[in-house]
Every structure is written in C-alpha cells, then in structure tokens.
C-alpha cells in the first residue's frame, strides 16, 4: 500500500464553521414532480476551505450541484456567491461568475486533442471575442497565446501536459477524469465543485488526485466535492456534510460526522438495500 | 526544403491555378458558367459546415437562398437600387430572419432541427411562390439586372454581362468568404463552436453562452447563404421558386457529407457533385439517382469524406510493404 502524501490539515486548524462566508445556500429545495429531491439544504463555505459533500446514492447530491451551477433551477431558496444571487442565471453565466464543476460521468469534448479540450474551456480565461477573431487583429493574437499559455500551465499542474496531443476520447478513465478537473480550472475559478473525482481510479491515482485537489486550495480556489470514498474525504476535507433523501442529516469536521449515529445509521441503511 | 513550406507552395500554385483557369478557358461559356456554379454551391456548402459544427445541420438553406436572391433581385429591378448594394441587403435580409428564429431554434437538436429547418425552407418557398405580384410567383421573376459596369481609372473596362468579368466577381467573393470562414475555423470562437457541437453541457459549464454562439453562426452562415443566393440572381437574370426546393438544401446537405466535415471537406464535396452531372450530361435528368450513389459509395468506403481520401492511401501505402514482408 503506497501511503498517501498528502498531509492532512492538522485539528487546531480545521475550524467547524467558517466565519466569513464566500458561498452559501439558503434552504435550497427542488421539487421533481411531488418527489422533493433536494429539501432545504443550507451550505454555508468559507474562502480557501475544502467541503465534503457526502451521503447515499441517490440522496440529492449531484442535484445539489445541478442547482448551484444553474443546469436545474431551484424550486426554492438561494444560491448566493459573494453576496450576489445566482439563481435564475444560465449555466454560462455562473461559470463566468466564478463557480466552475465537473461532472460524474467524466465528460470531455471527445473529438480534441487534450490541448484544444483546454482551449475551449480556456474561453472565460482569455475574453477572445467573435468579430476580432474573424480578423486576427494583434490583441486577438495575444489573447490566445495568453490562453494557451494558462491551458500549458494548468494541464502542467494536473500532470497531463504529456498528453496534450492525445485525442481526449481515447484517454485512459482516470485522464479523463484529470482531464475535466483541468477544464474547470482553465476557468480560473474562485469554487469548484468536484463530483466524485476519485471514482473508478486505482490506488495510486487516488493518491495522486488527492495531492492536486489540495494544489488547487493551496491557489486559492475553494472547493466543494461529493466523493464516496471516505476514507480519502476524511482525510482531505475541513468540513463535511452529510445529506440522505434529499435533507442535511449531519455536518461537521470528519471526526464529529464519523461518529454521528443518523451518519451510521444511513449508510448501514444503504449498505442493507444493496446486499 | 521542409515539408510545410513545400506544402504551402503548393496550395499558392493550386490558387494561383484556380484563379488563373477562367482567363484561360475566356472563350468557353459553357465552362465559365460550370466555373460560376461551383463556386456559389462551395459558399453554400461552406457555410452550412460552419453552422453545422455546433450541432445545426439544416436541410432548409435553399430557403435562406431564396431570401436573398428575391430581395436582392426585387431590389435592384423594381427599387432601381445599385446591385452592389442590393446583393448586401440580400444577405441581410437573410441575416434578419436567421437571428430571429435563431434562439427559438437553438433550443431544439438534431433529428427536430433537421425537421424544423426543412419545413422552415418549404415555407418561405411557399411564401415566394404565393406571393406573385412582388416575386412573379411561378412565372418567375425576370429582368434581374447584372451588376453595374464600372472602369478601373479608365484602365481596365469591368462589364458584368461578360461571363468572365462575372466569374471574377464570384470569385472574389468566394476567396472572401472562404478566408472569412477559415478564420472563424481557426479561431478561439471556432474552437467553441465544434465544442458546443460535441458536448453542450459540457460547454455552458466552461463558461461558453452556446446560445448566443449557435445564433451568432447560424446567422453569420445565413448571410453567406444569401449573399450566395443574390449572386445566383445577378448571375442568371432569372428567378424561379422551384430552384429554391428542399431538394436544393438536400443537395447542399450532401456536398458537407461526402467532402467530409473538415474546412475543406464542402469545397471538395461542392465541386465534385457539380462536376459530376456536367461531365456525364446523359446523367442530369438521373441526377438524384447519381447523387445517392455516390452519396452511398462514401458513407461506406469513405466516412471521413473526401477530404479524408489522401490519408487512407498514405495509410494504405505505408501498411502494403508490411504485409509483403509478411
């Protein structure tokens, strides 16, 4: 067993609760039909802090991330950033706002090489418009070199910079994987939302993702993840919350939730359907 | 001498040899009007490869041809208003409705735009047909003037009733255009188009408004699409509904599909479907039958299209000394 390099944030530094907000939601609720998939969850994340966002299959998470970056609107409630409301606004609106995701299923744009990949989600970083293009006019020209750069440097954080000519369909599980965390970076935004970025990678590359996933705090982008492998969301996160059908069962530091009977309970429950 | 700048000479010489051909074949009309055809089908498959890349292939550009060659027609020989000026408000006008039913359309995908865009097409046939005293309906519209003759400082007499000045026209703006479009290709906007064409949540999660960029190319190739048609006007004096059918998007579907989805794909596909009927003249009244055969021929030998065809023969030449040795 490769023992994990990252350095898990000692107990003195873990804080319960953030004092200055930078994203919180306020009694998000999302209705699918008469099912409510999402019930009144308030999140509430400080600048610079790693969230976990854990809980059953099938208890909301994902739809929480959906309601955040703007692919479902909410029945109820706020999603505000910075003091400003986001609900209402298209998905593009919001990642151009600052929040940037990734998705369960790795998506990429399968047809691109890994660089152009990057390009076209390098389309926030550089504001490299329409009409100049058509011309190439020189600040257009400086434009995209300053995208590539950033694309070069990124994909150079996450380790796929040899990659960067691969075509992104043909990519390995776990480069895919990569591959979308480096998108949504290419973004240059202020929170991320990782939707179980460890998902179906070995050992090795769990490792390895957990040393990039605390790289990006250490920039200074804050993050949200719902991962499944508690282990490494113990080890990693500052703060976790717990949801199931929908509703915040529990929150806390991984010590407080590890111990919360309602957490046990849940998980025990979901462990007893699936056997 | 390296292989790209070998490579770049040659395409110079290919240009230089297109644009040199019309001079050189002056006294044969029937080529010079073969010469001009071709290059308004390649504005019509080129720009529908344009738009097609964020996911809209359309089967109703025919219609977006119409509106131009109607207004700019209408323009010039009931307004008296200069062809150069109604040639653009044919593109225009083709642009207006583009951007109009644009966002409704952005909204729909595949098989629905398909659909959508055909009877959309059918429609503003219909329209033109029915609308008899401003178009002439089925009689036709006639008495569409060419472009006015001008002189270059006294030196060189442009005159636009000669096949050949006019074939320099369409080729200007076909160069124009084709620059125009390899840019957008190219360019950042580019890559978010065919981006949007291959995951659309993906591409609003980056930040890129596939609305706005889906209108915005849709309408960029409808403008080409008119202007194309104003040039079809101009060119034959005289306009017909019927030129205008689903049977022309269809045609201008495929030139994109058999060239292959690449820039230079429609260009290929353009002039190979409109050669082809010309050379076997016996086949044109077939020229459906020929056009799905061929169509059929590259769906299976040659998905790529066209334009796909020297990199399987370098791939196959480079694989047969293997299986000698073998």
Known sequence: ?275 | MDSGRSRRIGKGALLLLVCLLPIAMRGNDYFLHVYIVCAINIILASSLRAMATTGQMSIGQAGFMAIGAYTSAILAAKCGIPVYLSMLGGGCAATVLAALIGFPLSRIRTIYFVMVTMFLGEIIRLVVFEASSLTGGSTGLMGIPRPEAFSFFGLLQIDFSNKLHFCYLVLLLLLIILLVLYNIHRSHAGTAFAAIGQEESLSSSVGINVARSKVLIFSVACFFTGLAGSLYAHYMTVLNPDAFGTFTSLYILIYVVVGGRSFFGPIAGAILLTLIPEFFAALKEYQPYVFVLVLFLIVFLLPGGLVDLPRRIRESVRKAPLEEAR
């Not at chain 1, 907000?21 to 994340?45: P, Q, W």
């Not at chain 1, 298209?90 to 047809?111: D, E, L, V």
């Open chain 1, 1 to 275: 067993m490769v023992e994990p390099r990252v350095v898990p944030p000692s107990p003195t530094e873990r804080h319960p609760e953030p004092s200055a907000s930078m994203f919180e939601t306020r009694k998000l609720t999302r209705f699918f039909g008469g099912v409510c998939a999402v019930n009144d969850i308030n999140l509430t994340i400080g600048e610079g802090e790693i969230v976990g966002l854990i809980g059953p299959n099938g208890a909301g998470k994902t739809t929480v991330f959906n309601l955040i970056t703007g692919f479902i609107r909410p029945s109820s409630g706020l999603v505000m950033l910075n003091g400003e409301n986001l609900v209402g606004k298209k998905p593009h609106a919001i990642a151009g706002r600052g929040i940037a995701r990734t998705f369960q299923i790795a998506k990429s744009f399968p047809q691109f090489t890994v660089i152009q990949n990057m390009a076209a989600a390098g389309h926030l970083y550089g504001g490299a418009g329409f009409w100049e293009g058509i011309f190439r006019t020189s600040p257009y020209r400086s434009k995209e070199r300053s995208i590539f750069d950033h694309s070069m440097k990124t994909l150079g954080f996450v380790g796929l910079e040899p990659w960067k000519e691969a075509v992104a369909g043909t990519l390995p599980h776990a480069h895919q994987k990569l591959l979308g965390v480096a998108m949504a970076l290419a973004t240059a935004p202020k929170l991320l939302l990782l939707d179980e970025p460890l998902e179906g990678m070995s050992a090795e590359e769990v490792d390895r993702t957990l040393e990039i996933i605390a790289g990006i705090r250490a920039r200074g982008t804050t993050v949200l993840l719902i991962e499944h492998n508690m282990r490494a969301v113990m080890k990693i996160c500052d703060r976790i919350v717990v949801i199931n059908f929908g509703q915040e069962i529990a929150r806390g530091t991984p010590e407080e939730v590890r111990q919360n009977e309602e957490v046990v309970k849940a998980y025990l429950g979901a462990a007893e359907y699936a056997g």
